[in-house]
């Protein structure tokens, strides 16, 4: 009988140890806490998505008038081709791995859905009107407008009792086709608080078609409406470190997207390329308007 208990004590040592040694064994894959992969080995996005999921987009101040001694309204063009906006163009909807969405896709599936409004670009209409349009009733697009004045997508438009759908092919040929983004935005200084600040008003995405191998402005979306999506979608930022928390919001908040100027609000009221052919000129007109702006702060303290 002795001999029998110490191997029943031995065996039960021995198997002990052995899950002391070996780590998975421990995994609690039964916990309340979001774990990063599950009990097949799969990973897990669960943590990801809840601790995106409470994030709230931070109200931006809105100063009165009387309180703004000094503004200055840009336009500026983002360039997806340029790596440090590829968080904004990738991946793309063909690519059938990919859980995430680019910004283009987001923004047109809010459309679509009509949880966000789009009011249509006016310049296409005519060249003298508003680079952005006013945002009313009356500017409201419909959705599908562009792509039923274009041959290669009208066939693929679907429309049943009011709600459009389009199938994977047009959703990821359009998205590959938008190539720049450009966005209006204001600097401007707040004497109540002090405050040197800028604010995005407006983003319009521009659509590049190979075919024409012309450049359409499809809509313009108040960015303020757009920001509560973006907080709501995780992008990949960077490919050293994939568990690296960023949305779209936090990606134009911290100004993570390189861009150029396209125009200043001037008394003539023309875009830097209408009154600058040469390129090289071009660029250093842009240069000095920037230097405008960040030199009016500087000059606002003394050192």
Partial sequence: MKRIGFFIVLSVLCLSSALAQNPFSRLDYNSNQPVLFDS?????????????????????????????????VVLRIIDLTDKQNYPLYFPLPKDSMASDLNLFTLMYTKVLSKELLAYQDTVNLSEDARIVPLFTKDNICDPVYFLKSQESFKYYVNEDNGKVTLDHFTISTLSAGVTKYLLQEVWYFDKSSSAFANKIIAICPIYFDTQTERASNLFWVPFDNLRVFMSQEAINATSRNNAELMTFDDFFAQREYTSYLFYDKNVYDRTIQKYIINKEEAKREQARIEAEILNFEQDLWEY
């Fill in 40 to 72: 097949l080995g799969n990973l897990s996005d669960t943590a990801r998505v809840e601790r995106i999921e409470s994030k709230i987009p931070p109200v931006t101040k809105n100063p009165r008038v009387d309180d703004v001694v000094w503004s200055k």
